[in-house]
């Protein structure tokens, strides 16, 4: 399985981007969080003050079918969710949360992948302070903005997480 993620930037108009594959991804979403995984690779390192977690399942198959790459600080965690289907990325969920005194900031983006190619990207942030409403209810009634997809969303080197083992993990999740 090849997964290549361009260094350079590349923009996709929000109005370009094809529907019709949303409700694909959608499907093989809920089949692949709905679907006990066959195996999970999952460790933790300490880093400098904050913990970074990398898991990744896989089907019957052995193909991955789902990677989670979490940083978290003193002050909040950014987490990237990846969505495998047949051995390519289909959707990838980024959320980052943090709190600044009373405050707290929640911000999501969505991408969709259509044959290794990004074709429809989503995002919503929200904020509140001292808890009230609370983070979830404001995402839930907060609309997505459909944005430009730009490679610059896709900030790991995704095949170096595919592939990590677990003794090389500390040296290249703590750079």
């Not at 289907?85 to 969709?112: A, C």
Request: charged fraction near 30%; include cysteine.
């Amino acid at each position: 399985m090849e997964v290549e993620i361009s260094e350079e930037t590349e923009t996709i108009p929000a109005a370009e981007k094809p529907k019709s594959d949303i409700e694909f991804i959608k499907d093989k979403y809920a089949i692949i969080v709905n679907t006990n995984p066959h195996r999970i690779d999952s460790f933790i390192v300490e880093c400098g003050g904050g913990t970074t977690r990398l898991e990744r399942r896989y089907n019957e198959k052995e193909e991955i079918s789902y990677l989670q790459y979490e940083i978290c600080g003193g002050h909040g965690c950014s987490t990237s969710h990846h969505y495998f289907w047949e051995g390519k990325l289909i959707f990838k969920l980024y959320q980052d949360t943090y709190w600044v005194g009373n405050s707290d900031y929640f911000k999501e983006h969505r991408t969709y992948f259509k044959d290794q190619e990004m074709i429809r990207c989503l995002e919503k942030e929200v904020s509140t302070t001292n808890g009230q409403p609370s983070i979830e209810d404001l995402m839930k009634k907060t609309p997505n903005s459909e944005v430009d997809c730009t490679t610059e969303k896709l900030t790991e080197d995704l095949v170096k997480l595919m592939t990590l083992k677990q003794g090389d993990a500390e040296s290249y999740l703590c750079e």
